[in-house]
Every structure is written in structure tokens, then in C-alpha cells.
């Protein structure tokens, strides 16, 4: 079968990855991909917004399945716009992917179907949420309703900061449109786990756990970035938090969605907070995580084709959903610089090393060809990642292989999976 994928991260270049070892695959475009996944597939100059181009190109490749990977074409309906044009695709159509489209949708729907949460209120107009700053305690979090780029969630620690932050979000838009209406959560602490899921609008198979490092510095420390590194499974996400979460948070999120009319099929991806009062959902993703697919699609055993065709066609209970009983461990390579201003348009050595090394993967973010080369064209650069027995094993590993590869402004984290040691 042929298969188009959309998107141009190392979320797309993992699903590539894994769509390249189905025995059913022939042949695979991306749509626009980048220089890595272009070793694997057929890049086409698409952007994931050119809804028209994307399904029109899928008409004429009579394209068996297209996978979307990213948030922005699904919150918009691709999905639907693919379907209407007799394709079949995989993720959740429009009225679904608001789930993490929309903020204060996905908090009223937690507070309605009584799945745990941090407290929260919406606000339509900056005036009405500047008065209720006034009687709040901090620290609190704000939140852009919209897609943000991962960016719109504000934790502040004293009124002025929070007054500041409505001001930037709500008044000068410094999220567009995304900040048209405004979430006020209480801030939670605990561990952050992140659980990917499949669903086909009734029943759902969560994969196995992972941790992402959202900040661009070491011991967490310096601005918020699309991730700097990933490991799984995570030993803080015990069979008890699993429990717990599958009656609680997981199937009745499922249900919730179905019985309000949006019947979700895709990926679910709940950010969830361990809690000393139990496990909260922090936010939902309609999509793979970044950097996270790469480090649990490369531990799935299933054929993903399979999974993705069950979850469309509502057969998912037939699966069983198997990961590798190991660890594994990505480290993001960035341009240093990131996540504000980076130079780019270098040269990338080292990437042969990966070939024929089992365990070990070169997934590329930000990069592009140039001539004969592969040059850096992006802040997150590349996701290295490096499987392990267990994930002591699998962190160094994956540091090693860091080294296998330069480029002028390298810059990562030295401290990826470090809290492993805590567990
Ligand atoms: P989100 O985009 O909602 O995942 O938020 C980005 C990051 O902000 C999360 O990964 C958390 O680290 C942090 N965050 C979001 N909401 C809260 C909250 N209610 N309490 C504490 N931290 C939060
Ligand atoms: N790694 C967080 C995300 O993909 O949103």
C-alpha cells in the first residue's frame, strides 16, 4: 500500500520509521518531511496547512492511507477534508481534535464528565480575568486557549507577573488569535508522565509511558522548548498509577468525547501530573508527542499499519498492543541559541554512523539538503536516540551516539533521564 504522512518533525521521520518496517507498505511520501525522512520516503514540497495540494496529491498517488502527524492540520480538519474526498486517514477529525485545539474545552469537558484535574477557570474578556487575578493565590498558570506552539502556558508566581501575562496574551496577542480566551489553573507539582494512546472512538490501548525535559536548560532550568529529550518507559508511572488512570482519567476521556457527539480516533496523548493527591491531567494532544514518539514508537512490536487501519475502522479491541520489555532514551540536538534566535546552514558529520547499528536512531527535526550535504535548518536539530536493557543503559547509550555526530553550535542537554537516578 502507499502512504503519505504530513508533517516535517522527528515525530514524522519515528512514524516513517516504524511505517517503513510494515510489511504492507510499498511505497511512502512526506509531506513536506526533511532531509532524514527523505532517506525513507518521498518528499513532496507540501506544506500541512495546503489542505488542497495534500488531497489532491493523495487523489492522484491514490494515496491507501495518509497519516497526519501534527496538530495544526488536524485542529483544522484535514482530516475531514481528506475523508470527504473518499480517502481514508488516520487521526481525529475537526469536532475531535479540539480536544487540543481548545483549552477551556478540554477543562470544561474534564469538570463535566468528572475526570481529575488542576481547578481552573475561562475568561472571554482580559478585564474580567485582571479581577479575578485580584483574589487568586500564586502561584497560578495561564493558559492560551488555542495552539501556541507549545508555548502559551504561563506560570506565574506573584500578581504583576500573572497581570503581565494576561496583558501579553489577551491584549497584545503575543499568541494571535490562541489567546482570544484565557484558562486560570491552579498550579500543580509532582512528575510529569506522558502516556500516548490509541483510540477508535470506543475502546482505547495506551502505549507504554515516557518523560519529556520541556526546558532548554540543565536541572530544568532557562525557557520553555518543544522538548529537549525523552526517555521510556518512566519508573514513577507504576501499575497502580496505571490503574488508576485507566478507570479514571483514560476510558472515561473516550467516552466523554463520544457521548458529547466527537467521537475521537487517533492519538490521544494526556500530560498528566503525578500528584501527592493523585494523578491530574495537565493537557490533552490530538497527536504523537515530540520527542516522545521517538522514543516509544521504537519499542512498539506491532505492525503500526495494523494498529492505525484498526483504530479507523473501530476494531481496536482486536489488537494486542505489545512494547519491547527494555528502556529507551532520546537526546535532542539543537542549534544553540534555541529556543529564541540559532544560526543555521550547517553542516551536519557523522550521520553514516548510525547505519546498520540496531538500537540506535538518527531521527531528523530540523534539516534540510543542501547539495551534496545535510545541513542544519531548525532549532531542534536531530533526536538521538539509543535503546538499553534498562534505562541506565539506554541513557548512555544514547550520549554516546551524541557524540557520533557535530555540527558547529551543538548544544544539548547533559542531563536527559537524569532523574532515573531518583527512582
Ligand atoms: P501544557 O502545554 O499544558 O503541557 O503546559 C506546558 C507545561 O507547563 C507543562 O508541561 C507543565 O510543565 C507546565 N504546566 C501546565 N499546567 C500546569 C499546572 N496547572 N501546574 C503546574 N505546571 C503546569
Ligand atoms: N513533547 C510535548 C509535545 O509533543 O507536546
Not at 373 to 402: C, F, H, P, S, W
Request: proline share 4%.
Amino acid at each position: 500500500m502507499k502512504v503519505l504522512i504530513v508533517g516535517s518533525g522527528g515525530r514524522e521521520h519515528a512514524i516513517a520509521a516504524s511505517v517503513a518496517k510494515s510489511s504492507r507498505v510499498d511505497k511512502i511520501y512526506c509531506a513536506p518531511g526533511n532531509a532524514g525522512i527523505g532517506q525513507l520516503a518521498e518528499c513532496v514540497p507540501i506544506g500541512a496547512m495546503e489542505f488542497d495540494k495534500i488531497v489532491g496529491f493523495a487523489k492522484e498517488k491514490e494515496i491507501d492511507l495518509t497519516i497526519v502527524g501534527m496538530d495544526d492540520p488536524l485542529v483544522g480538519g484535514l482530516i475531514d477534508e481528506l475523508e470527504a474526498a473518499g480517502l481514508r486517514a488516520f487521526g481525529p477529525r475537526k469536532n475531535a481534535a479540539i480536544l487540543e485545539g481548545s483549552k477551556a474545552f478540554s477543562k470544561d469537558l474534564m469538570k463535566k464528565y468528572g475526570i481529575p484535574t488542576a481547578a481552573y477557570e475561562n475568561f472571554d474578556h482580559p478585564q474580567d480575568a485582571l479581577a479575578y487575578l485580584e483574589k487568586a493565590d500564586f502561584p497560578l498558570v495561564l493558559k492560551a486557549d488555542g495552539l501556541a506552539l507549545g508555548k502559551g502556558v504561563l506560570i506565574c508566581q506573584s500578581l504583576e507577573e500573572a497581570k503581565e501575562g494576561v496583558k501579553a496574551i489577551m491584549l497584545d496577542k503575543q499568541f494571535g488569535t490562541a489567546g482570544n480566551r484565557l484558562v486560570i489553573e491552579e498550579f500543580m507539582q509532582g512528575r510529569e508522565v506522558s502516556v500516548l494512546s490509541y483510540v477508535d472512538g470506543k475502546t482505547i490501548k495506551t502505549m507504554t509511558s515516557a518523560q519529556d525535559h520541556k526546558r532548554a536548560g540543565d536541572g530544568d532550568t532557562g525557557l520553555n522548548t518543544g522538548g529537549m529529550g525523552t526517555f521510556s518507559p518512566s519508573p514513577f508511572y507504576t501499575p497502580e498509577v496505571d490503574d488508576f488512570c485507566q478507570k479514571h482519567i483514560y476510558q472515561p476521556t473516550v467516552e466523554a468525547m463520544a457521548a458529547e457527539g466527537r467521537p475521537f480516533q487517533g492519538i490521544i496523548f494526556f500530560g498528566l501530573m503525578l500528584t501527592e493527591k493523585g494523578p491530574k491531567v495537565l493537557e490533552y494532544n490530538a497527536r504523537f508527542g515530540d520527542p516522545e514518539a521517538q522514543v516509544v514508537l521504537p519499542r512498539m512490536k506491532n505492525d503500526i499499519i495494523e494498529v492505525m487501519e484498526a483504530c479507523i475502522d473501530g476494531r481496536l479491541e482486536e489488537i494486542d498492543l505489545q512494547f519491547e520489555d527494555n528502556a529507551a532514551v532520546c537526546v535532542v540536538l539543537a542549534s544553540q541559541g534555541y529556543p529564541v534566535q540559532y544560526e543555521k546552514g550547517f553542516v551536519i558529520s557523522g550521520l553514516e554512523q548510525f547505519e546498520g547499528k540496531d538500537g540506535y536512531y538518527c531521527f531528523h527535526a530540523g534539516t534540510s539538503r543542501s547539495g551534496e550535504d545535510i545541513v542544519t535548518n531548525g532549532g531542534r536539530v536531530l533526536g538521538i536516540t539509543a535503546k538499553g536493557r534498562d534505562l541506565k543503559e539506554a541513557r548512555a547509550n544514547a550520549y554516546q551516539a551524541t557524540e557520533w555526530i557535530s555540527f558547529d553550535n551543538k548544544y544539548m542537554r547533559q542531563d536527559i533521564g537524569k532523574a532515573i537516578d531518583e527512582a
